[in-house]
């Protein structure tokens, strides 16, 4: 018994106290996806519930007004769409009477041939007017094709210039006045609804590992390992990173005391 009592002291005597700051069980890092310079950085908003206002905003001047032009422009062309297809009926409707007008004299000797030349060459002429306007129609509806191509464009830049997530916003790295360019971090969103500590073991720690508990400011606690990954730290010292999670705290940032035992 004495034995026994004596190695369980030896292993509260050498437990190694880790001191670590309690943080979001997942932190997610929104970079940005266009350049531009930032008009707004809600910086009050961090470590606050964001549903979905607008905490950063990069300068979308220039695209808002693109996008009101390309606007305008499609509702000329749906517009000259709609007089072109009634012209194309007119068109048509011309046509064909002009053909039953050639084709009703065409064979007949009774007229004459200049007769017959002013009926072909009418008929032609309206053919033309017919063909004319089917080809402006499809010129019309390609052009349209690309307004909206280009407003799809702008309107994906102006969504990308906005930053206005839902979750909690851990961290905001952009002020008023910044400039950034692709894949500069914006903001960062934590998963809350959990939180974990990071600590790095030793080998003589990781003995026996999967017996031993965690303490927390000295006392048993119920928290568990999340994962633990064998590591090198600088001075090339074989470590173990070690995840846990730990209660979830009122306030994330507080440091505790962890213990393997």
């Known amino acids: 018994m004495r034995v026994i009592l004596f190695l369980v002291s030896a292993s509260i005597l050498w437990a190694k106290v880790h001191t670590a700051q309690i943080v979001p069980y997942e932190i997610y890092t929104i970079k940005a996806a266009v350049s531009g310079k930032v008009v707004r950085s809600a910086i009050e908003e961090e470590g606050k519930l964001n549903e979905g206002k607008t905490i950063i905003q990069i300068d979308d001047f220039v695209d808002q007004k693109k996008l009101q032009s390309l606007r305008q422009k499609r509702e000329y062309l749906f517009n000259m769409i709609k007089i072109t297809q009634q012209s194309i009926e007119n068109a048509r409707r011309t046509m064909q009477i002009k053909k039953k007008s050639f084709d009703r004299i065409k064979n007949l000797r009774t007229k004459s041939q200049y007769e017959k ?8 002429v309206a053919q033309q007017n017919y063909l004319a306007s089917t080809e402006k129609l499809q010129s019309l509806k390609t052009e349209l094709s690309d307004v909206e191509f280009a407003m799809a464009q702008t309107q994906d830049l102006l969504a990308k210039k906005r930053i206005a997530p839902k979750g909690y916003i851990y961290a905001i790295h952009v002020k008023k006045g910044d400039f950034v360019s692709p894949g500069m ?8 609804s959990k939180a974990k500590v990071v600590v790095y073991l ?7 590992i999967e017996h031993k508990l965690i303490y927390i400011d000295g006392k048993k606690s119920k928290a568990k390992f999340l994962k633990i990954i064998r590591v090198p730290d600088s001075e090339y010292i074989t470590q173990y990173k070690a995840e846990i999670e730990v209660p979830k705290p009122k306030i994330f940032g507080k440091l505790i005391k962890v213990e393997i035992r």
Not at 185 to 192: E, F, M, N, R, W
């Open 202 to 208: 030793t080998p003589e720690e990781m003995e026996g």
């Open 185 to 192: 971090p914006l903001l960062q969103l934590a998963d809350i």
């Open 117 to 124: 030349d002013l009926r072909e060459s009418e008929f032609l």
